[in-house]
């Protein structure tokens, strides 16, 4: 993350009140040690020694940025929303009432030794497999991290789809008419199994 970014983050979560500065410790701070645990997967004890903090202080704000990140989810993600019939985007106008677009991209990071061959990619890197959606305006309406690099895209798909607040696709779609369009009728049809199975395999 960039110092920019970093910025920004810190301005959200303090403007909307959901993470504030605690005693002697800022909300920089706190952000930085909520930062550093979920980037390196690191110990308590690592953070003890690193930021000169109580385990329970540690505790203590890990716990309120998360709850603050989680608070901000409907600024940092969007609800998608389908392209229109009358959209002049060239890349996007030919597909009419599509949500978005999804890939998955690697993330390096470091782990313990003994775990590496599980987070080897196939280009040899050490890295976590994250899935991200986003729609026409390039916001992101769905993400899921936390996969090994070792995984391929289709079991990474496969399971944001099969989660219960996973990634929500449409079981059916429209053969004509606009998105707004509730005559039903024989203008919508049922993705058949064989579909469903090519689309786990893009």
């Not at 997967?41 to 704000?61: A, L, V």
């Not at 969007?78 to 106008?93: A, G, I, Q, T």
């Not at 991290?145 to 496969?158: F, N, Q, T, Y």
């Amino acid at each position: 993350m960039d110092r920019r970014t970093f910025v920004i983050l810190c301005r959200l979560l303090r403007q909307d009140g959901y993470v504030k500065r605690d005693g002697t410790v800022t909300l920089e701070e706190q952000v930085c040690i909520f930062l550093h645990i979920i980037a390196h997967h690191t110990k308590n004890r690592t953070i003890i020694s690193r930021f000169y903090r109580s385990g329970e202080t540690i505790s203590r704000y890990f716990n309120s940025v998360l709850n603050g990140v989680l608070c901000l989810h409907s600024i940092l993600l969007r609800h998608p929303e389908p392209v229109s019939d009358n959209c002049s985007d060239d890349r996007w106008k030919m597909f009419k009432n599509c949500l978005g677009a999804l890939d998955g991209t690697y993330i390096k990071v470091k782990v313990p030794e003994i775990d590496k061959p599980r987070y080897r990619t196939r280009k040899g890197e050490i890295a976590t497999n994250v899935l991200g959606v986003c729609n026409p305006n390039m916001e992101f309406i769905f993400v899921l991290p936390g996969w090994k690099g070792s995984a391929s895209d289709s079991r990474v798909l496969r399971d944001a789809i099969s989660r219960p607040n996973g990634l929500k696709v449409p079981t059916a779609m429209e053969a004509g008419g606009s998105s707004n369009d509730n005559r039903w009728g024989e203008s919508r049809r049922t993705w058949s199994r064989g579909e469903e199975e090519a689309l786990l395999v893009l």
